[in-house]
C-alpha cells in the first residue's frame, strides 16, 4: 500500500504549528522555572539548552525528504515537548550540573555544525561528517541525555522520572527513523560505515 503524501500546504501547515506549539511551550517552561532559579539557579542553564532548541526550530532549513509517517511525526514532536513538561522540585544534587554543563556543550556543539539543518521529525536536511559527528552520528542526542539527566538529578521526582524514561524511549525510535531516512543517502552510507556507533562509543 502506498503512503500518500502530503500536499506542500498541509507540510507548511504541520510546520508552522509544530513550531508555534514549541514556542508556548518554552513560554511556559519558563514562567514555570522561574521562581526556582533563587533555589536552583542552575536551572537556567536548562532554560537555555530549551531555549536553544526553541529557537533552531524556528529557524531551521526546509526539507522535502521528510518522514511522512505518523508515528515518526510522534515521537519527534512528543520528544521535543516532553522536556518542557518537566517540573522543578529543589532538593536536587549538585552533581547534576556537571552532567547538564557537559550535555548543553555537547548539544550546542552538534546544533553549531548543523546550523539550519536542525529538525524535529525524521529527515535529510544534509549529511554532516565533521566536528562531533565524527564521533558518534548522532552527538547531540548524547548531549540531550546527558543534559536530562542533570536536569533530573537537580530536580528529583517520580513525575520528572516518569516523563524523561518515556522521553527516552522518543529519542531512541527517533534515532532508528532518522537512521532509516538518512541511509538512503549514499553519503550517509559512507558515514555510516566510518562511524560505527549511532549514540555511544563502544555501546550503541
Known sequence: ????????????????????????????????????????????????????????????????????????????????????????????????????????????GAKISLRRSFGVVAANRGVKCDGLYGAVRHPMYLGYFLTYAGVLMLNPSVFNAALLTLWAACQIARIIAEERVLLQDATYQAHARKVRFRLIPYVY
Open 1 to 108: 500500500m502506498t503512503a500518500t503524501i502530503p500536499s506542500r500546504e498541509t507540510r507548511l501547515l504541520l510546520d508552522l504549528s509544530e513550531r508555534i506549539a514549541i514556542v508556548l511551550l518554552f513560554v511556559w517552561l519558563c514562567s514555570r522555572f522561574y521562581a526556582s532559579l533563587d533555589e536552583t539557579p542552575f536551572n537556567l542553564f536548562f532554560l537555555v539548552s530549551e531555549g536553544i532548541v526553541a529557537l533552531f526550530v524556528l529557524f531551521r532549513r526546509a526539507t522535502e525528504n521528510i518522514s511522512i509517517k505518523p508515528f515518526d511525526w510522534a515521537v519527534g514532536v512528543i520528544g521535543t515537548m516532553l522536556p518542557m513538561l518537566i517540573s522543578p522540585s529543589g532538593n536536587g544534587w549538585p552533581i547534576g550540573v556537571v552532567f547538564l554543563i557537559a550535555g548543553l556543550g555537547i548539544s550546542l
